[in-house]
């Protein structure tokens, strides 16, 4: 399938594609065998198994929340098409200084981080959501006390309005010092 998937997007589209997300004609191609690559089914479309056999992903203590991600910016559980797929990937692209960002801006990459974090999606992380996060990412190689510990400190740190939540706006401030448009970054090839 490789170097044919690339003949099934049409120009108008990949210009289309390029406008709305960045990326360029090179990388959009690329990106479509990948993805007709994780397409097991034919079907146009990716299933969360589909995406839980990418090995980053399967590897990565957070690799359910990300496969999560996707579908939560489509809204809905049937599967990923590739326009989806590649706009959420477009969160990821890194960001160029003197040229408008839309999709991959500061704002744009802080709303998908909180997403992640954010577990039952009622715009505040709470301290169990935090724990689990927490659990998830470094599972039996901190104690329970010391984890514990971890989410305490950061909820008395990020809360600034006394509620023991983290605010998307608490949340925002927390990494005002942080180059988050770097660190959700990914180099696409050329």
């Known amino acids: 399938m490789g170097n044919q998937s690339s003949l099934l997007l049409r120009q108008e589209e990949i210009e289309q594609i390029q406008q709305e997300t960045g990326f360029t004609p090179n990388q959009i191609e690329r990106l479509y065998s990948r993805f007709t690559s994780l397409d097991r089914g034919d079907c146009g479309a990716l299933s969360r198994d ?8 399967a590897i990565n203590p957070l690799g359910e929340r990300i496969v999560n991600s996707f579908f939560q910016q489509v809204g809905f559980n049937d599967g990923v ?18 040229k408008e960002n839309i999709v991959n801006s500061r704002m744009q990459k802080l709303k998908f ?25 470094v ?19 990020a809360d600034q309005d006394g509620d023991q939540m983290i605010s ?23």
């Open 168 to 190: 998307f706006e608490e949340f925002c401030n927390a990494l005002q010092r942080t180059d988050v448009e770097q660190k959700m970054s990914i180099r696409f090839l050329n």
């Open 50 to 57: 589909d995406f839980l056999r990418i090995p980053e992903i």
């Open 81 to 98: 098409n590739f326009r989806q797929f590649i706009h959420v990937l477009a969160h990821f692209r890194p960001i160029k200084k003197n």
């Open 113 to 137: 981080a909180f997403k992640m974090y954010d577990l039952d999606n009622d715009d505040l992380i709470s301290r169990d959501e935090l724990l689990a996060i927490l659990h998830m990412m």
């Open 139 to 157: 599972g039996a190689n901190i104690s329970e006390d010391q984890l514990s510990s971890i989410a305490e400190r950061t909820i008395l740190e």
